[in-house]
């Protein structure tokens, strides 16, 4: 077990380092892909299925329906499958910030156990100081992470849903003022 907690408390902050900026790579990558969700799902609702050609013999501008890029329920369903896809990988990168608390008490224990029967101050001071900067990494890495992870993706998250309940709403209301206008 030696052999564990001597890499634990020798390479543990520089872990603790790497992996935090792996994580918040990663985070950072998702959110773009997230935004550009955003924008094409945006893109979709808004479009009103029309186009428009000049008429140069009447000086108009003539509106016929685009049956090639009409908006349907199956392509909204077909982005938002797509963004619930870069959610599930959200969800996954933020259930990995807890974790760097956890390395940094890894690293404290470690270093702590390894000079328990140090005799020596100055190992002992070292093991303290070694404990002392995971933990400090660990937790630094979990606040920040957690802080983009709050301010970022959960937001465009939020934003994407409440976009897709009204378009919801909006098909449910079409329908049933469809039925009671077929009824009279």
């Known amino acids: 077990m030696n052999p564990v907690l001597e890499f634990i408390s020798k390479y543990g902050n520089g872990l603790i380092i790497v992996l935090g900026l792996v994580l918040l790579g990663f985070m950072i990558w998702n959110t773009g892909e997230l935004s550009k969700d955003k924008r094409d799902i945006k893109k979709l609702l808004t479009r009103n299925n029309k186009k428009y050609r000049i008429n140069r013999e009447a000086r108009s501008l003539d509106e ?3 049956t090639d890029n009409s908006v349907t329920a199956d392509t909204v369903r077909d982005s938002e499958n797509i963004f619930n896809k870069n959610c599930s ?3 996954v990168f ?3 910030i807890p974790v760097f608390p956890l390395f940094g008490i890894l690293g404290t224990v470690a270093g702590l156990i390894l000079n328990v029967d140090a005799n020596d101050m100055s190992a002992l001071k070292d ?4 404990a002392m900067w995971t933990t400090f990494y660990g937790l630094v890495f979990a606040i920040g992470l957690k802080i983009v992870d709050a301010i970022f993706p959960s937001r ?3 934003d994407v849903e409440v976009m897709l309940n009204d378009n919801d709403r909006k098909y449910e209301l079409s329908g049933i003022f469809g039925d009671a206008q077929g009824k009279e």
Request: proline letters at 0%; aromatic letters at 0%.
């Open 64 to 66: 016929e329906e685009d």
């Open 89 to 91: 990988l959200h969800g």
């Open 94 to 96: 933020a259930q990995l």
């Open 127 to 130: 093991s303290l100081g070694t």
């Open 156 to 158: 465009i998250i939020s």
